[in-house]
Structure formats: structure tokens, C-alpha cells
């Protein structure tokens, strides 16, 4: 198992299955997957039927590929890996947790910072930036509580 495999897997218990709340802005999603990712990936069925292994294949290069997964620690990818079904800014909070110049482009000198600093360090300041981020959205009085319980679940696999 690759550690994109294990990030997916672990993934599916934050994600669930199929969802449609009228509250979230993502709208309807499968697997994590947004009816708007999931159309411009070439997925024209109903979102209850998205296959999980169409959501997985679309997770792969949408969210892991571009934050680059298979090159930071396992620990650190998935946190940022996650953050991605959430939006915001993961790149960004990332580059702040290393310290390094905010662009939003995630390249070889983020890279190198994030490897030089201690993963839980890196893992602890990242959720710190996302949380408070998510914090002040207008849909925390909906989703908070999820979203914090989604993030000290993070934490925990972090420390595990």
C-alpha cells in the first residue's frame, strides 16, 4: 500500500459517503467528491452512484498530486491532504508552518523547510492555521463543531 492509499483510507472516516446539505457550500459530494470536482473530472452519473474508486482516482490528481504527497512526510501529507476536502488554503497554511514566504505555490524551498522542521511541530501549527481559518468562516455555526472534531482526529493520527 502506497501512502496515498492509507491517506485515502483514512480519509474515508473524516469524508463518509454520500452527502447533500443545503448548508454547505460544497453541495452535494460522494466519497468527499463535490458534484463540480467530480463533473470536471468527466463524471457525468449521479453523485450517489460515484464510484469509490472514480472518487479515489480524482482525489489522486486533485488533491494529493497537487500538494505533492509523495514527497512529504506521511504524517504531514495527510494532514494537508485532508485540508484539501475543506478548502481554503492548505499550501499557504503549510508555508506558514515552515516558516517560509506565503505564495501559495508549493515548491523546493517549502519542501526543504517543512523536511528540516519536526513533523508534529509542522503537523501542530498547520492545524492551528486551519482551524483558525475555518473558524472564521460564516459556516463555523453549521460545521464547527465537525470541523474541530475532524481536526483533533487529525491531531490524534498525527501523534499515534
Given at each position: 500500500?502506497?501512502?496515498?492509499?492509507?491517506?485515502?483510507?483514512a480519509?474515508?472516516?473524516?469524508?463518509?459517503?454520500?452527502?447533500?446539505?443545503?448548508?454547505?457550500?460544497g453541495?452535494?459530494?460522494?466519497?468527499?467528491?463535490?458534484?463540480?470536482?467530480?463533473?470536471?473530472?468527466?463524471?457525468?452519473?449521479?453523485?450517489?452512484?460515484?464510484?469509490?474508486?472514480?472518487?479515489?482516482?480524482?482525489?489522486?490528481?486533485?488533491?494529493?498530486?497537487?500538494?505533492?504527497?509523495?514527497?512529504?512526510?506521511?504524517?504531514?501529507?495527510?494532514?494537508?491532504?485532508?485540508?484539501?476536502?475543506?478548502?481554503?488554503?492548505?499550501?499557504?497554511?503549510?508555508?506558514?508552518?515552515?516558516?517560509?514566504?506565503?505564495?501559495?505555490?508549493?515548491?523546493?524551498?517549502?519542501?526543504?523547510?517543512?523536511?528540516?522542521?519536526?513533523?508534529?511541530?509542522?503537523?501542530?501549527?498547520?492545524?492551528?492555521?486551519?482551524?483558525?481559518?475555518?473558524?472564521?468562516?460564516?459556516?463555523?455555526?453549521?460545521?464547527?463543531?465537525?470541523?474541530?472534531?475532524?481536526?483533533?482526529n487529525?491531531?490524534?493520527?498525527?501523534?499515534?
Amino acid at each position: 500500500m502506497t501512502s496515498f492509499d492509507d491517506a485515502f483510507e483514512a480519509l474515508m472516516g473524516n469524508e463518509g459517503k454520500y452527502s447533500f446539505n443545503p448548508a454547505d457550500p460544497g453541495g452535494e459530494t460522494m466519497w468527499g467528491i463535490t458534484a463540480r470536482v467530480a463533473r470536471a473530472h468527466g463524471y457525468t452519473g449521479a453523485m450517489k452512484d460515484l464510484p469509490r474508486d472514480t472518487a479515489k482516482a480524482i482525489a489522486k490528481v486533485e488533491y494529493w498530486d497537487r500538494v505533492r504527497g509523495d514527497e512529504l512526510p506521511v504524517t504531514i501529507a495527510f494532514q494537508v491532504f485532508d485540508a484539501c476536502y475543506n478548502g481554503g488554503h492548505p499550501v499557504e497554511w503549510l508555508q506558514q508552518a515552515a516558516g517560509v514566504k506565503v505564495d501559495g505555490v508549493l515548491g523546493p524551498v517549502t519542501l526543504a523547510a517543512v523536511r528540516a522542521l519536526s513533523p508534529i511541530t509542522i503537523v501542530a501549527r498547520f492545524d492551528a492555521y486551519r482551524l483558525n481559518y475555518l473558524a472564521d468562516l460564516g459556516t463555523w455555526p453549521s460545521f464547527g463543531r465537525g470541523w474541530a472534531h475532524r481536526i483533533a482526529n487529525n491531531l490524534l493520527k498525527a501523534a499515534a
